[in-house]
């Protein structure tokens, strides 16, 4: 039992400190520079044998706790000093201790001055994510992270970065660490970082104690919270440029307010894990307690005599996971304790009381957490309130649409990328993403054209979610398709060799080509066309047309005002729930292209807040398969942003009504994923008027906001024909507005919607509202009634 009378937590994070001396003489360095200076009494390098003992140490203790995984930092000083033969058998040590135990994310942190591609190398063999510290541009910089003798450090850490940036090593880089000095302009410190595009940026508050305050200089723009001024003034930059890398101190405070889970140690109540193994095998508590008073780490314990259970029961270790019950009155009775967590626990000291005080940060840590949340409240959506209201009434104007597609582009990256950390690489793969990383550079538009292609997103989930069930090469082979088809846009010298799959070669965008008895395919691009050499033969393709037997072109149909291409080449389409139709003949693609035209004539005509939102992000229709029985079908997958699928009707105003029907589909899944509409946790079932079976929330959501469009198309056709098809249509109108109003009411009184979704369903009321304004006729009104019973009667049990 601990001391304070509860059974100690496993420790999950280790720092393992491999040399003691460093490089570089910074000034803010908590090492060599505060209170503690037990670094002076101990070896520089770490032995063979605290390496070995370390990691069985480690794995002993994840094994008694059945822990999953343990997070190990290799650290200093600097750790590069060690050499590269003294961090290979740190990583070996480590890799076979905790082989068969849990898994090993091994990082290591370094002041990148000497890292060049040897390290890197050595890293990418055994998975170590790098960190380097960088506290912005040269003169930012310059201001601590100097040599000795006064040289700076900045461009060698900025060549560092680079390295790291490069496509053979990009996965390797697990971002940068910036202390943050309020005298350094904060715009033009974040635009240096974000210039060298880290994957995610730490900035810490320098280390401070009530004894030993923090620089608080007077200034213009400085006031009482010089700290929360400086970092509010990149959280605004940062959200204006649509976040674009991890900020770890902000989506910890995001992830708080939001009851989420604290993502680093220096706020928010969750309790401390971590250990740090000196280079002499001592275990201390966490380094930045050194800037308290000498001594203020020690444990007492080393890893030849004792356990890391021991070390988890040391009074200093088990203070730091008390949460709430362990912070003084004033930081209980904050109202942002569940997010400041009373801050690091080493800024709350004071000679007399220890660390029962608040932080020495503490009002700008609650300025930073109250001015983020008040910001969070006006962000939660990127969405203008006049395009919120305007897509809850069941529209979207073409702005509102496109910023929906800016946004799952922007998802459909990261799925990449998380397809290419996740997946195992190969020579062909490695080759493709080095083509595709420069192209996104010198072609960004090309790659950004194949990445928002409907089907790379039902691609890369399939991936990560292990359903692709051919060992992990559908990663790689999406990846050169991927690379392929944008070279080919972008008419730019490349050479991509793209895996085969079931005799086909798949140009996302472009086309197929079907290549018998051949694994791959070499794709060459060179000018205006490109050749593909496979089964020792050369085939000349046109990046537009038509081009040699077995080449699919897409069928992309450039209508007015709206460009759509008809998909029925590529191998992913049939994501829908229903069959795709297999190649289209030329009459079959004649008679799409005729209905296509005819029928956004008739939306443009007929449904004009409709048309917008389509000729914005409709990009692909594919063909289905007919029924059977000649019925309407139609789909729109939620992860296919951009397609539907349709079954090509009768006629040209059939397909009119299943184009906005299944486009709200669209439009509504890029919205969930923006913002929670609902509660997700809601697991109960509704009924809605139209179908038999029971339905979760987001699928009565979604079937009666795609009933909005149709009942404005009913509305329109009866209002725009004559006879009987204008009385038929009336019926329809009546039937249709009569049973989506009440599910509009099931869904406003379910009470699992978000404050959001509240207002969004309120705004689909309104849109009926008005719509029951409409006089309906008695005749009317009786079919309407009459057709929805049967329909019932139909589905009722026998």
Excluded at 80 to 92: M, P
Aim: net charge negative; charged share 25%.
């Amino acid at each position: 039992m601990s001391a304070m009378g509860r059974p100690p937590l496993p420790l999950r994070q280790f720092v393992l400190k491999i040399h003691s001396r460093c490089d570089l003489a910074c000034d803010h360095c908590y090492i060599f520079e505060h209170a503690d200076q037990s670094w002076q009494g101990r070896p520089m390098v770490a032995s063979d044998e605290v390496l070995k003992a370390t990691a069985e140490r480690i794995a002993e203790h994840a094994a008694a706790h059945r822990l999953d995984t343990v997070h190990v930092v290799l650290h200093g000083g600097e750790p590069l000093l060690a050499g590269r033969a003294r961090l290979r058998t740190a990583a070996e040590e480590l890799t076979r201790a905790l082989d068969g135990v849990c898994d090993l994310d091994l990082r290591i942190h370094t002041n990148g001055v000497t890292l060049d591609e040897r390290f890197c190398e050595l890293f990418a063999e055994f998975g170590i994510k790098v960190g380097i510290s960088l506290d912005g541009d040269k003169a930012a910089n310059d201001l601590h992270r100097r040599y000795r003798d006064g040289r700076s450090s900045h461009d060698k850490v900025v060549r560092a970065v680079s390295l790291l940036n490069r496509p053979r090593y990009r996965h390797l880089f697990a971002g940068l660490l910036c202390t943050v000095d309020v005298r350094n302009e904060p715009v033009a410190v974040y635009e240096a970082l974000a210039e060298l595009t880290p994957p995610r940026v730490d900035f810490l508050l320098p280390h401070a104690t009530w004894d030993e305050p923090p620089l608080a200089p007077g200034g213009p723009g400085l006031g009482e919270t010089p700290y929360a001024d400086w970092l509010l003034a990149v959280y605004d930059r940062w959200t204006a440029d649509g976040r674009p890398m991890d900020v770890r101190l902000f989506d910890s405070v995001l992830s708080t307010l939001h009851g989420g889970l604290s993502l680093t140690e220096s706020l928010g109540l969750a309790p401390s894990d971590l250990a740090v193994i000196e280079t002499d095998g001592t275990f201390e508590q966490a380094d930045s307690l050194k800037t308290a008073y000498d001594g203020a780490p020690a444990t007492g314990l080393d890893v030849y005599t004792h356990t890391l259970d021991e070390v988890a029961a040391h009074p200093g270790v088990v203070a730091r996971q008390q949460g709430l019950e362990g912070l003084c009155d004033q930081c209980r009775a904050c109202p942002v304790v569940r997010s400041c967590g009373g801050g690091l626990y080493a800024h709350r000291y004071r000679s007399g009381s220890g660390f029962m005080n608040p932080s020495v940060y503490c009002a700008d840590l609650l300025r930073l957490i109250t001015d983020i949340r008040d910001r969070d409240m006006d962000e939660q959506l990127p969405l203008s309130e006049s395009q919120f209201t305007d897509l809850a009434a069941g529209f979207g104007t073409a702005g509102t649409v496109d910023l929906l597609a800016r946004h799952q582009l922007a998802v459909n990256r990261e799925l990449l990328a998380a397809v290419w950390r996740q997946s195992p690489h190969d020579s062909l793969g490695e080759t493709a993403w080095e083509t595709l990383a420069a192209l996104d550079t010198a072609a960004q538009e090309s790659v950004d054209t194949v990445l928002a292609h409907p089907y790379v997103r039902p691609w890369a989930v399939e991936v990560l979610r292990g359903d692709a069930g051919d060992g992990g090469t559908a990663a790689m082979r999406g990846v050169a398709e991927i690379a392929a088809a944008a070279a080919v846009r972008a008419g730019r010298p490349a050479v991509v060799t793209v895996p085969v799959h079931d005799g086909v070669l798949r140009l996302p965008t472009l086309g197929t080509l079907a290549v018998e008895d051949a694994a791959e395919a070499e794709v060459r691009v060179s000018g205006d066309g490109f050749t593909v050499t496979a089964a020792g033969r050369d085939l000349v393709l046109p990046s537009k047309g038509t081009g040699p037997e077995g080449w699919h072109g897409s069928r992309r149909h450039e209508l007015d005002g709206w460009a759509v291409t008809v998909e029925d080449t590529d191998p992913l389409r049939d994501c829908h729930g229903h069959p795709a139709q297999s190649r289209l003949t030329e009459d079959e693609a004649e008679a799409w292209r005729t209905n296509l035209l005819d029928a956004w004539d008739w939306i443009r005509r007929e449904l004009p807040a409709y048309a917008p939102g389509i000729a914005s992000g409709l990009r692909v229709i594919t063909p289905l398969r007919p029924s059977p029985d000649g019925s309407d079908i139609s789909s729109a997958a939620r992860d296919a942003f951009g397609a539907v699928a349709i079954a090509r009707p009768a006629g040209p105003e059939p397909l009119a009504l299943l184009l906005v029907h299944e486009f709200q589909h669209v439009k509504l899944g890029a919205l969930l994923d923006l913002t929670d509409l609902y509660d997700p946790s809601c697991e109960r079932l509704f009924y809605a008027p139209w179908r038999p079976d029971p339905r979760p929330l987001e699928g009565l959501l979604q079937g009666t906001y795609a009933h909005l469009a149709v009942i404005d198309f009913w509305r329109a056709q009866w209002r725009s024909t004559t006879g009987e098809r204008s009385r038929a249509a009336e019926t329809h109108f009546a039937r249709w507005r009569d049973q989506t109003a009440e599910a509009v009411e099931t869904l406003a009184g379910s009470g699992a919607l978000t404050p959001l979704g509240e207002r969004f369903v309120a705004g689909m009321r309104e849109t009926v509202r008005r719509l029951l304004a409409d006089e309906i006729g008695e005749e009317a009104l009786l079919a309407a009634r009459r057709a929805a019973e049967e329909h019932q009667a139909v589905w009722a049990p026998r």
